[in-house]
């Protein structure tokens, strides 16, 4: 299994940036996926999920109405638009996924994870 994100890099505040998890070696599309993100010194913190079909998706409270995720079955990809882009942001983002039907946000749920993305928003 493997979990390919991209898409970090350096932006503004208030400027967006688009990443993506490309997924190999499962049934993407029966799987939960899921973003996360840790920021230096703090813990890792559930983003966003989405089910396997796309009808669920869960956001944190920090990032609603700014951050957007969305899957591509045929492509076996996930990906989460972040607009509206704040330094409370900057942190390094990984993709993770994990089976069944519910979306949780706990990471102890989801058994693979990606390597991460940086983003950094300057102020």
């Known amino acids: 299994v493997q979990l390919q994100a991209s898409g970090g890099g350096l932006v503004q505040a208030g400027g967006s940036l688009r990443l993506s998890c490309a997924a190999s070696?499962?049934?993407?599309?029966?799987?939960?996926m899921g973003w996360f993100r840790q920021a230096p010194g703090k813990e890792r913190e559930f983003v966003a999920g989405?089910?396997?079909?796309?009808?669920?998706?869960y956001y944190t409270d920090s990032v609603k109405g700014r951050f957007t995720i969305s899957r591509d079955n045929a492509e076996n990809t996930v990906f989460l638009q972040m607009n509206s882009l704040k330094p409370e942001d900057t942190a390094v983002y990984s993709c993770?996924?994990?089976?069944?039907?519910?979306?949780?946000?706990?990471?102890?749920?989801?058994?693979?994870w990606g390597q991460g993305t940086l983003v950094t928003v300057s102020s």
């Open positions: 993770a996924t994990c089976p069944g039907v519910l979306v949780l946000r706990f990471a102890s749920a989801y058994d693979y």
């Open positions: 070696g499962l049934p993407f599309g029966r799987r939960i």
């Open positions: 989405i089910s396997s079909t796309g009808s669920t998706i």
